[in-house]
């Protein structure tokens, strides 16, 4: 007997690979429904299986004729001690008779046997089906991780830390890992590698210095007025504006603009004596916000200037300086721009311009480069609205393709 088993999309397509195969005379000895294995078994298709049987000719049962008649004679002659001629041949008949549904009955049960075999799974197939499984989750795996880094890469994370972050998860990865366990991982991984947000803190005694630097045209002025505008009206403290930023006027109008509308006190500095003089004058203030002159960080003597006006408020007030750039500035700038302003100071982050690009991968990207804590992100031009704390885990959520 020939037992096979067919698989297909529906019992009807199964069924007619069998009977194609072996013929119309094939029986179908079983059907089921094959399980869905793998991470994405939701979006594949229902599979179904048929076991078919076709009996060849070493399988037929040969059964013998009855054996012919013998006619009988009305006289009944007797054998020797009575016994009839067709007693005899009743004798003779009943054994075979009985060894022929014996031999009948043999087969049924090997073909049982034989049927459940075939349809009961080796140790080896099972072991095959289940090699087969990990082998198919395990590429499903590796195929969302290769997923996950390459939406990074398009959100422009460079690809020497998303290459980085799929590593580390692969190390700690676990067999047969859930794809949902994968991307809670990364999601975690990166949420730790932003690690926590760093705004502006009180001083703990007099006032609180704030240096903003970083390069010409990144929207310095309007985000010290956004923070100025958000300390003095919901938090009501006492701001002083400071600008030594004497290369653009239009910049220090501004901020005078914004002083002005505030009723906080403004200052134009041109030296380092102007500054120490202010943290004098303003002792009794709670914070004094200073704007620097934006500058290209090639400029050596320019680097120089600002960093004596960064220093010389050092052992005078606690200090802060934060490192403004924009969203929307090339990695390789970025880095240039960072290095020239941490040979100065350490510094903290200040994004802006997020609403002018759909990638902020620049955000991973320079928190990693220079280790320096991120802390607003500002994405328009509006005051004081268009600010907030950096939130790590929306920008994650953006960074793995999600909404904005």
Do not use: C, W
């Not at 049987?53 to 008649?69: C, F, G, S």
């Amino acid at each position: 007997m020939i037992i096979k088993k067919y698989q297909a999309k529906t019992e009807a397509e199964a069924v007619e690979q069998a009977k194609k195969e072996l013929g119309q005379s094939a029986v179908i000895m079983n059907v089921r429904t094959l399980k869905k294995k793998g991470l994405f078994k939701a979006f594949k298709p229902q599979m179904v299986e048929v076991t078919a049987a076709l009996e060849d000719d070493t399988d037929k049962i040969a059964v013998k004729k009855d054996p012919p008649k013998i006619p009988l004679t009305e006289s009944r002659p007797t054998e020797p001690g009575g016994i009839l001629p067709s007693d005899l041949l009743q004798s003779t008949m009943e054994p075979k008779e009985d060894q022929s549904g014996k031999a009948i009955e043999e087969k049924l049960d090997s073909l049982q046997n034989l049927l459940e075999q075939q349809l009961k799974p080796s140790e080896e197939e099972k072991k095959k089906e289940q090699d087969e499984a990990e082998e198919e989750e395990k590429n499903e795996t590796v195929a969302f991780m290769q997923l996950l880094h390459n939406t990074m890469v398009e959100n422009e994370v460079n690809e020497k830390y998303a290459n980085q972050i799929i590593e580390e998860i692969e190390k700690s990865s676990k067999p047969n890992m859930p794809m949902d366990y994968v991307l809670s991982n990364v999601y975690q991984k990166m949420i730790l590698k932003f690690g926590k947000p760093m705004p502006i803190q009180p001083a703990e005694k007099g006032p609180k210095i704030v240096f903003f630097v970083g390069p010409t045209g990144v929207g310095k002025t309007t985000t010290i007025a956004k923070i100025a505008s958000r300390f003095r009206v919901d938090g009501k403290k006492k701001i002083a504006l400071l600008t030594a930023d004497t290369y653009r006027i239009a910049a220090a109008e501004q901020l005078r603009t914004y002083a002005n509308i505030l009723e906080v006190p403004f200052r134009v500095i041109y030296s380092v004596e102007e500054i120490e003089a202010s943290l004098t004058d303003y002792s009794d203030y709670d914070y004094i916000l200073v704007d620097t002159a934006g500058h290209s960080h090639h400029n050596e003597a320019q680097r120089n200037n600002m960093s004596q006006f960064i220093h010389s408020a050092d052992e005078k007030a606690e200090k802060e300086v934060f490192l403004v750039v924009s969203a929307t500035t090339k990695y390789r700038d970025l880095l240039s721009i960072a290095d020239a302003y941490h040979d100065m100071t350490e510094y903290k982050l200040i994004f802006t311009k997020l609403d002018e690009t759909s990638a902020f991968g620049n955000l991973l990207n320079l928190k990693l480069y220079t280790g320096a804590a991120l802390s607003y992100v500002t994405y328009g031009q509006n005051v004081p609205d268009d600010i907030e704390r950096f939130n790590p885990q929306k920008t994650v959520k953006q960074l793995l393709g999600g909404k904005r």
